[in-house]
């Protein structure tokens, strides 16, 4: 699989379409069911319970039979079988996702410091973490993407509320090191590339992060490519196998592109792009100018809090298990907001 990888990297997916999940076959029955969990205090600081999280995520686990990467049975957890095909780890799995939940809307990016906070103060939580070695927690972590994905996509299909016919597609630049450092950088050699980041005028050498955003504001699907991949080519793979109206930025505004769409049902709105050409102000509209917005609203919690554009990953392997853990995060975040019939992208309240 790390072979296809590499010959892949050009563009990697990081979910499925709608109502659908990577590898074929649903993890989770159709008629699961239960009473989902509200969010509560994490030790008296976070009200993102460890607990909760833990508690949601132990039980989609005990539920479930996870397939690995080649299609296989990885690990079973299932009560009525009482199979396992392999050695239990210290950590349980969920416990190894909550931790990364948690530790990614406290702002810790780096594994090293990740692990260090939790066992410092939340060993009592999990007292596997007192005997554990880093390693093998990033390991194990880094081991569970595909997990993490079907994880997000289940509760993006089947338990958030959200108008998946009217969406917003932008992208965000994710630079791999310094500008003055590219020409001597070996970390994703032959993937990454130069582009230009439009918000800060500068040239950039890494990926792009191409994401689609349902309204009010939960991910939908999220594409890696290198920077210098255009956003038009990338957002007839984004959006397929959806409908409706699709807002765009001035890199969307192509004649070309936008009867593709159509013809498949999709309805893309960009405005002109030159801003000052005198045509513009037939192709702009401030309402869906504020709406569209939204989107950098997302872009700024995945940057600010998650620090998405600092990328410590060195292979594309650990790269998307950070973006997963990420995007599993948001959702959980939305998720909780929704449940407490909060504005769905204030995160800040779950702060006490």
Not at 210 to 237: C, K, S, T, Y
Not at 283 to 291: E, K, N
């Amino acid at each position: 699989m790390r072979g296809q990888e590499r010959a892949f990297s050009a563009l990697l997916v990081f979910s499925a379409p709608a109502r659908q999940h990577t590898f074929g076959q649903p993890v989770f029955p159709a008629d699961l069911c239960w009473p989902l969990l509200s969010t509560g205090n994490l030790a008296h600081y976070v009200q993102l319970k460890l607990s909760a999280v833990h508690a949601f995520l132990h039980r989609l686990f005990s539920l479930s039979v996870v397939y690995d990467m080649r299609g296989e049975v990885d690990f079973i957890h299932c009560p009525v079988l009482g199979v396992q095909s392999r050695p239990q780890p210290k950590l349980t799995d969920s416990e190894v996702i909550t931790i990364e939940v948690v530790g990614s809307y406290l702002g810790l990016s780096q594994d090293k410091a990740l692990f260090a906070y939790f066992q410092r103060h939340y060993a009592h939580f999990s007292p596997a973490l007192r005997l554990l070695d880093r390693t093998t927690f990033a390991r194990q972590a880094s081991n569970l993407w595909a997990v993490k994905e079907r994880i997000w996509c289940w509760i993006r299909d089947e338990v958030v509320s959200y108008d998946p016919g009217m969406s917003i597609v932008d992208s965000v630049p994710v630079p791999v090191c310094r500008f003055a450092r590219a020409p001597w950088c070996v970390r994703f050699r032959g993937g990454a590339s130069y582009g230009k980041d439009h918000a800060d005028r500068q040239t950039f050498y890494g990926f792009r992060l191409h994401v689609q955003l349902g309204w009010p504001g939960v991910l939908m699907r999220a594409f890696l490519a290198p920077a210098n991949e255009a956003d038009g080519a990338i957002v007839p793979l984004l959006v397929e196998g959806t409908s409706g109206v699709v807002l765009g930025d001035r890199n969307s505004w192509l004649p070309d592109l936008q009867t593709l769409l159509q013809s498949r049902g999709i309805l893309l709105q960009a405005p002109f792009r030159k801003a000052h050409s005198p045509k513009a102000a037939a192709y702009q509209s401030p309402v869906l100018g504020r709406v569209r917005y939204l989107i950098d609203t997302v872009f700024g919690q995945l940057t600010e809090r998650c620090q998405m554009k600092r990328v410590w990953a060195r292979d594309l392997w650990h790269l998307r298990n950070r973006l997963l853990r990420y995007f599993l995060m948001h959702t959980l975040c939305f998720l909780f907001n929704q449940q407490d019939a909060a504005p769905s992208l204030q995160f800040d309240r779950l702060v006490v």
